[in-house]
């Protein structure tokens, strides 16, 4: 539910986006990009809004982080899960990046995905446990309702990053030149997130005061287009 609830959206608003850079013949019927557009829509609201979504993930997700710091089944908590059952861990992390090029780095990128991410589920556990009077329905529709489709996109992106990444370790593909493309992609698509949504980050220290992170990345992501 949280794929399609972030996905779909993304599709939606860059078909926009493809529209106007076209200008007026964006707005052409001879160009198919409005039929496109109209034929596409729907799928924002089909199978449930995008908004009811991303909540469903997100309770998900809550459920297997209260299993997590309890104690129960650590194995099922491998792979794209694993960090549930380092929330506290990631909370005193810092950034080791200090140029652009540092972050031209798998690795490193998806260690800021997974903190912005633990931060954005510690901040909504924490609500929880101190605002017990609150009814969930008070809790999910009104006073959270907001941080919590952010938190639900923040996961789904990092668990994109991270399967996008596990499969080119793999090391399976035979041409070295799609694996060098592909990996540039997989690093764009985390910088660009980075660039776009890293507030939590600098509010819990990750990224340190006095350095300008957003620039480093957003050099990186230039790096990269330029390759």
Not at 70 to 96: P, T, W
Not at 134 to 148: C, G, I, P, Q, W
Request: aromatic share 10%; glycine share 6%.
């Amino acid at each position: 539910s949280g794929m399609k609830s972030l996905y779909t959206q993304y599709v939606t608003d860059g078909m926009y986006v493809v529209r106007q850079s076209l200008g007026g013949a964006g707005y052409s019927a001879w160009s198919g990009i409005p039929r496109i557009i109209d034929d596409y829509s729907p799928q924002v609201t089909f199978e449930g809004d995008n908004t009811v979504m991303a909540q469903q993930a997100t309770n998900f997700l809550l459920k297997q982080a209260k299993k997590a710091r309890q104690g129960k089944s650590k194995a099922k908590f491998e792979g794209v899960f694993e960090y549930l059952c380092h929330l506290d861990e990631l909370k005193i992390k810092r950034c080791s990046a200090s140029k652009a090029e540092h972050f031209l780095n798998l690795d490193l990128i998806e260690e800021a995905l997974k903190v912005e991410t633990a931060a954005r589920l510690s901040f909504i556990m924490d609500k929880m446990a101190s605002e017990k009077k609150v009814s969930k329905k008070d809790f999910t529709n009104s006073l959270y309702a907001l941080e919590l489709v952010e938190l639900s996109n923040a996961h789904i992106k990092y668990v994109t990053f991270f399967n996008f990444k596990q499969r080119l370790l793999k090391g399976d593909i035979e041409c070295s030149g799609v694996t060098k493309v592909l990996t540039n992609l997989c690093m764009l698509y985390g910088l660009h997130t980075l660039h776009s949504e890293s507030k939590k980050l600098y509010e819990m220290g990750y990224f340190a005061e006095g350095v300008t992170y957003s620039e480093l990345i957003l050099d990186g992501i230039k790096m990269l287009n330029t390759e």
